[in-house]
């Protein structure tokens, strides 16, 4: 196309000018009284989202039962015995998914054990009323990580990069965090913050060299992010090997265990795994809410996000943003370390990141960059992973589907013409986070 | 190939961008389409190339309906478009331009890079337009990228071509050749369609000029029509652009450029060794054919593109490596040549824009903590001071029209105490009511002792401007002439000719 259609804006008199106040001066986006209708109709965000972890949630169904070898058996005598095939495909899909149900928010079974105990003193003191708890304890024990990392991505979106080194920050947090857990002895209290702001520190200055070799260097960060993955998770089990790090009389690569007084202060009682991780997280979404949307800093962030050029014009240091967003992002993924170190595995492993860095970009993209959102998509998730553990060991589908799951909700909901293709919604406005997600590859 | 357009009406919402326009264009024929920016003109060619579907009415060739739905309908019908911003590959030779999306192969799918020169070289030889169909565009000057355009159409064989304010990018001798290829083409039995909101233009080479204006076609006239009753068709009025101002009151220097020597992107003298200054209350305007380094003046004086050479001094005080927001500081407005791209920040609010430089400051921010309530109620008034049309100062700017969106920026940049402005391009773009509303503002700045520097492609705004003007030519100015200058002279400035008096002038201009 030749330029921007400016033929669509005529030299009205002020009059009508007002009437074309909402009109956009390319003159192809539409009115704002149909974005707001499209808006609700469609709910660009909440309801695809929403409509998305449906449909994930129903091919995922349909993967369960069709994996299941005696469904399949079904299905062979399908002509003679219809009904049998049908149900049985049902009763596979919906047991898998009662059993994450009761795993991640509540089994109606532990309810009625409280009842066979001998009295509620006793029901209380031996754990069985906690056993009510434990599926959401568990749920929000997985969350913890995710929500951080999940703020770390998020953040840095927000400021135009995309930040794919979750993972080397989570080492980089992690190997600060453990050294101080084991290395040093505090009190209670002070133990357990040093130990916090260790993890934020460690990840803060791997995601400030990434900020500040793109400042610097002009390297894009995508890339220097995935190579700072290979590097830290070699460094980790380079020095998870040496004497510093390993733990006396083991030969595999593990940590000593952290001090006691470094642990994270259990919420809900010894039996319950759910730790003031989950606090610190929450209370992390909200400052990254405030920082982004009632501070200088994250309108410094925003606005380079939005517009580096406008950002520049306005007087702003777009390599300087980039390098104070990259600390920041660093030192949220360096706290989801702290929440894995020091809330439920006290040491540290060669393989403790696990997939954390490519689950916070799920589900940074699954929360819209927002923090409210990450919060729920790091619960979704977290409530998908532990009903997954539990649906595992009482049938007999595997882990890997929960997996699949999350999959489909983040290929869905990156695919937002798809789920409305589905549903049958109101056409597309292309700028779903799904697009500007996929835009920061370009940026 | 004879053309018909009837009744084209497009809608967009509630704004009719076309309404029911009709056309008529002859075989070998220049039929010349006039109208200010935002008229309709653009729509209309979309709809003719098939780049966006009409709501109403119907395309005829030789009178046979046709449905032009993408670009490939329009170039299969026979036409051809050349955009005003180019659609050609930098790194790619003239004859692979050319044969873009119609590659010729031979056997094994190579590609039959002979051929595809012949056909670059018969086509520029047939119309003398004089490329070389082995040289990169990337090293082409503007004017002969424009003739590659050209070939590439006649390549496809366009019987109607569509120039889309094809003069915006040239010099006027560059103009003055692409007005004889068009008579070339003219000959060969082709029709033009083209563009323009230039009268003079119009008048020269039309056969026919339609005038189109708030989407509506005005009226069709000879090219012997007088410049008043084109200019009167096209704003819909009798005066044109008229400014009151009394005479400036020049304080003393403030804005004070040495010797500055800016390089481009790519390493070359945008900006070549210039000197200028100007006083408070003072308006000094920068002319010359885009690309001639006016730009990169602006944005080195703004801190946004690095020096090689030569000073800047505000006041006395030296600048030259001071940063962007440095300079903000120290009073010096900006409102940039693309308010799109630099200007604004289209998805936040009205209220977010009206504060994007100045947002860390009180009242705007107790430390690092954004006020918002104070940004509003500074967004609330500036709205009703500069008459900023929108729903409400949450709108996000990009929803603004144009020339709404640049009195947001207007408002933010006057908001705060200047000593000097730079303006570029402060009107582009905008309609007749927006464009008298930003001269009056800058006029208003000028008299309360603000060095203000405007940079404009528009003479006629220069003109009614400027207290003195400047003309830039290949990264040199060329010369300084009071407003009162004749166009003739100016022109030749612009395209490098200095004229005998010009040291003698230029001193004057400095020392002024």
């Known amino acids: ?80 015995a219809p009904g049998n095939a049908i149900a049985r495909a049902w009763g596979s899909a919906a047991g898998a ?123 894009h960060e995508v890339i220097v992010t995935i190579m700072l993955n290979y590097v830290l998770a070699d460094f980790l089990a380079w020095i998870l090997g040496t004497s510093g790090m390993r733990r006396p009389g083991r030969s595999d690569l593990i940590s000593p265990l952290i001090a006691g007084n470094a642990h994270l202060p259990l919420l809900l009682g010894s039996h319950l795994r759910v730790n003031a991780g989950f606090l610190l997280a929450l209370a992390c979404a909200a400052g990254v809410w405030w920082l982004l949307n009632r501070s200088t ?104 589907v929960t997996t699949v799951i999350q999959s489909l909700v983040v290929l869905f909901v990156a695919a937002p013409p798809l789920v409305r293709g589905i549903f049958r919604l109101h056409r597309a406005t292309a700028r779903g986070a799904g697009q500007s997600l996929a835009k920061g590859w370009n940026g | 190939m004879r053309l018909e357009l009837r009744g084209i009406t497009k809608r967009y919402g509630a704004l009719v961008a076309n309404d029911g326009i009709d056309l008529t264009v002859e075989p070998g024929q220049i039929h010349a389409l006039l109208g200010e920016n935002g008229a309709g003109k653009t729509t209309l060619m979309n709809v003719l190339y098939g780049l966006t579907q009409p709501d109403d009415g119907e395309i005829l060739a030789d009178g046979q309906p046709i449905t032009l739905r993408s670009p490939k309908d329009a170039i299969r019908a026979g036409l051809g478009m050349v955009h005003q911003h180019f659609m050609l590959v930098p790194v790619f030779t003239v004859a692979e331009n050319v044969t873009l999306g119609a590659e010729r192969s031979r056997r094994l799918g190579l590609l039959d890079r002979r051929g595809m020169r012949r ?201 030259t490596a001071q940063t962007p927001r440095q300079r903000i500081r120290a009073g010096i407005g900006y409102i940039p040549e693309d308010r799109q791209s630099d200007g604004l920040v289209a998805d936040f609010s009205v209220a977010d824009n009206m504060i994007l430089d100045v947002y860390d400051r009180p009242p705007y921010a107790r430390g690092i903590a954004l006020d918002l309530a104070a940004s509003r109620a500074n967004a609330t008034a500036r709205v009703a001071q500069f008459d900023v049309r929108t729903t409400s100062v949450d709108t996000p700017a990009g929803t603004l029209s144009g020339g709404n969106q640049q009195k947001v920026i207007l408002a933010r940049e006057f908001g705060r105490d200047l000593r000097v402005l730079l303006a570029s391009q402060p009107t582009r773009g905008l309609d007749v009511g927006s464009i008298e509303f930003v001269h009056r503002r800058l006029i208003e700045e000028r008299d309360k002792g603000v060095a203000v520097v405007i940079i404009s492609a528009e003479l006629d705004e220069v003109y009614a401007l400027a207290d003195r003007i400047a003309v830039m030519y290949e990264g040199r100015i060329t010369g300084f002439r009071p407003p009162s200058v004749p166009v003739e002279e100016l022109g030749m400035l612009m395209a490098g000719a200095v004229p005998a008096t010009a040291d003698k002038d230029q001193a004057a201009g400095e020392s002024a």
Not at chain 1, 122 to 145: H, K, L, R, W
Not at chain 2, 160 to 181: A, K, N, R
């Open chain 2, 119 to 319: 056909e670059v070289r018969e086509l520029s030889e047939r119309y003398g337009l004089r490329v070389d169909p082995d040289a990169r565009i990337e090293e082409l000057p503007v004017g002969v990228q424009q003739r590659v355009e050209i070939i590439k159409a006649l390549a496809a064989e366009a019987r109607v071509l569509i120039l889309d304010e094809p003069t915006s990018v040239l010099t006027p001798g560059e103009t003055d050749e692409l007005f004889t290829i068009m008579r070339q083409l003219r000959a060969d039995g082709r029709s033009i369609i083209f563009i323009s909101h230039k009268l003079r233009e119009v008048q020269e080479i039309a056969d026919v000029i339609t005038v189109v204006r708030r989407g509506q076609v005005m009226g069709q006239r000879p090219p012997t029509a007088t410049d008043e009753e084109l200019a009167a068709l096209m704003v819909g009025r009798k005066v044109v652009l008229q400014v009151s101002k009394s005479p400036a009151a020049p304080g003393e220097v403030v804005l004070a450029v040495e010797q500055l020597t800016v390089p481009d992107d790519r390493g070359q003298h945008a900006v070549d060794g210039v000197s200028f200054s100007v006083r408070a209350g003072e308006i000094l305007g920068v002319v010359g054919v885009q690309g001639n380094g006016q730009t990169e003046l602006c944005e080195a004086l703004m801190g946004l593109r690095p020096v090689s050479a030569g000073s800047v001094r505000l006041a006395g005080r030296e600048i």
């Open chain 1, 97 to 219: 998914y009662v059993a994450m149900f009761e795993g991640s928010i509540f089994n109606p079974h532990t309810v009625g054990a409280i009842f066979q105990q001998k009295s509620i003193g006793v029901a209380f003191s031996d754990g069985t009323v906690s056993q009510v708890f434990n599926p959401i304890s568990e749920t929000a024990v997985n969350a913890t990580p995710l929500i951080f990392a999940g703020l770390s991505v998020a953040l840095a979106f927000r400021a135009g990069l995309f930040n794919i080194g979750a993972q080397s920050q989570f080492i980089g947090g992690a190997l600060v965090c453990t050294w101080l857990g084991f290395g040093v002895s505090l009190p209670p209290v002070i133990h357990v913050v040093v130990c916090v702001l260790g993890a934020f520190a460690g990840g803060a200055v791997i995601g400030w060299l990434v900020g500040f070799l793109k400042a610097a260097t002009g390297a």
């Open chain 1, 297 to 400: 800093i994250g309108f410094e962030f925003r606005s380079v996000g939005a517009n580096p050029s406008a950002a520049r014009s306005a007087g702003m240091s777009v390599p300087r943003t980039w390098i104070g967003v990259m600390l920041i992002a660093g030192g949220l993924a360096g706290l989801a370390a702290s929440a894995v170190i020091q809330g439920t595995d006290f040491t540290l492993t060669f393989q403790s990141y696990g997939t954390y860095g490519i689950d916070a970009i799920t589900v940074a993209l699954l929360g819209r960059a927002r923090p409210l959102g990450v919060v729920l998509a790091a619960l979704l998730f977290g409530a998908l992973h532990a009903g997954g553990i539990a649906m595992q060991a009482s049938t007999s589908t595997p882990l890997s």
């Open chain 1, 1 to 80: 196309m030749s330029d921007q259609p400016t033929a669509a804006e005529p030299p009205a008199p002020p009059a009508e000018s007002a009437k074309q106040a909402d009109q956009d001066n390319s003159g192809q986006r539409p009115r704002l009284g149909r974005l707001l209708i499209e808006s609700i109709v469609e709910g660009n965000s909440v309801v695809v989202t929403a409509l998305a972890i449906v449909t994930a949630i129903v091919v995922g169904g349909l993967l369960i039962a069709f994996t299941d070898p005696t469904v399949l058996n079904a299905w062979g005598t399908f002509f003679a």
